[in-house]
């Protein structure tokens, strides 16, 4: 069962550590624990890559869209409860493709699906588009560890 409109960025902020420029998810839609979760990231010109990746034709770059996905991963990861003391590593990507250039002006609807999870260790398939369009997809393994581990 989904959950809508379930997280902002305030609480965005107390799930993940990241803060600007590298919090890269602005809202989360909706989720539903141990199946997926659909956030959103505004991309503007004012975003500080774009002063050189391409600044004649400025795009997002892959990597980052990655990062944004990863990022939401880890959301779905925490909605159900998040140790205090707990990190989430970003470990292995598998079958990433790019399909579509994200550029200012878009928003980029990230969507991951949980796969599995074993010892803390997390498997999701991530994809995100722009205007219904696919931008990005990949598996990705993530891991929650705690600090100092």
């Known amino acids: 069962m989904s959950t809508p409109a379930a997280i902002d960025i305030n609480k965005i902020m107390k799930l993940l550590p990241h803060r600007y420029p590298f919090l890269l998810v602005d809202r989360v839609l909706e989720y539903s624990p141990k199946g997926s979760i659909t956030a959103i990231k505004n991309v503007t010109i004012n975003e ?3 002063q050189g990746h391409f600044p004649d034709f400025p795009v997002m770059p892959g990597v980052l ?3 944004a996905l990863a ?3 880890a959301l779905l990861t925490f909605t159900e409860a998040k140790q ?3 990190i989430y590593y970003f470990a292995g990507i598998d079958a990433a493709r790019f399909k579509k250039p994200v550029v200012p002006g878009d928003q980029l ?3 991951a699906t ?5 010892a803390g260790i997390y498997k999701f398939h991530v994809k995100a588009t722009v205007d219904g369009e696919l931008a990005a997809e990949a598996d990705i393994t993530c891991a929650v560890r705690t600090k100092g581990a």
């Open 48 to 50: 500080p890559f774009f």
């Open 65 to 67: 869209i990655i990062e």
């Open 71 to 73: 990022q939401t991963a």
């Open 84 to 86: 205090e003391d707990a």
């Open 109 to 111: 609807v990230m969507v």
């Open 114 to 118: 949980y796969q599995r999870e074993k």
